[in-house]
């Protein structure tokens, strides 16, 4: 296995132990660090690591060490010669802190390592499309499609199968049909401007998603994050009902009230 194969699959492992004790509806318990190696990586070393960096990430509300030496006061324990962390008693976050925290480090496993986590990735939930801010933990809801349209079935399919390039032949050739071209289905939809610009490429004929933005893709368009973000913003609002809408600027009024 190369580095990135051992990589991914020590946090797969690690997630996995955390899910199971997740599932178990337990908010709390002790989870001791696993000994040995995997291709001469050692595992007690990664999973330290690792747990920090969820911890970092918001997945705890809490994460205190166990050490070999029981009944040491944290402050000091520390520093004493042959006193060892053995493993940490964990104290999950919300259900929902918790699974942006799991969802960034199994994105970061599929780019090649944390380091390598986008800014901004364009998701599709069931008709409804949305872009996490993996920066900010913040995701905005752009706009939902109509139930059998052919922009649905078309990025149902690019995001089932992570084909995120097509033709109309590919598309037919797996019993998606439309008329017209791909750009008109395209542009009725709320990603335009500078988000059209990073996310996508359109023709009559194809069409080119790139669900990942990282500081270079906002660079060629030359927008900052928070003028991306704006925008961002500007969209969601504009896709929100009337009622939404004015739900939204009462809870402005009252928190600048505060």
């Known amino acids: 296995m190369n580095a990135n194969d051992i990589n991914s699959k020590l946090w797969g492992d690690l997630l996995n132990r955390l899910d199971v004790i997740k599932r178990s509806g337990t908010n709390e318990s002790d989870l001791l660090l696993s000994t040995g190696e995997c ?31 029981p009944g040491l006061p944290r402050a000091i324990a520390g520093g004493l010669p042959g ?32 380091d390598k986590l986008p ?16 920066e900010l933990d913040k995701t905005y809801h752009l706009h939902k499609m109509n139930l059998g349209s052919a922009a649905t079935d078309i990025l149902g399919y690019m995001f ?5 390039h ?29 988000l059209r610009r990073v996310f996508m490429e359109v ?16 660079d060629t368009v030359s927008i900052t994050k928070d003028e991306f973000r704006n925008e961002l913003i500007r969209i969601e609002r504009g896709s ?19």
């Open 39 to 69: 291709c001469a990586v050692s595992i007690y070393d990664f999973e330290k690591s690792a747990l920090l960096t969820l911890d970092n990430l918001g997945a705890f509300s809490g994460l205190d060490p166990i050490y070999n030496v």
């Open 83 to 114: 006193v060892k962390i053995i493993g940490y008693h964990v104290r999950f976050a919300s259900s929902s802190s918790y699974q942006n925290a799991i969802d960034k480090c199994r994105l970061g496993m599929k780019m090649g390592g944390m």
């Open 119 to 134: 800014l901004f990735e364009l998701r599709l939930k069931g008709r409804l499309i949305e872009i996490r801010d993996h």
């Open 160 to 164: 089932a199968n992570e084909s995120f």
């Open 166 to 194: 097509v033709t109309n032949e590919l598309l037919k050739k797996h019993g998606i049909h439309f008329t017209g071209g791909l750009d008109d289905i395209f542009l009725k939809l709320k990603i335009k401007g500078n």
């Open 203 to 218: 023709g009559h004929g194809e069409v080119s998603l790139q669900p990942y933005v990282y500081q270079d893709s906002l």
């Open 240 to 258: 929100q009902t009337p009622k939404a809408q004015r739900v939204a600027r009462s809870s402005v009024k009252k928190s600048k009230k505060v």
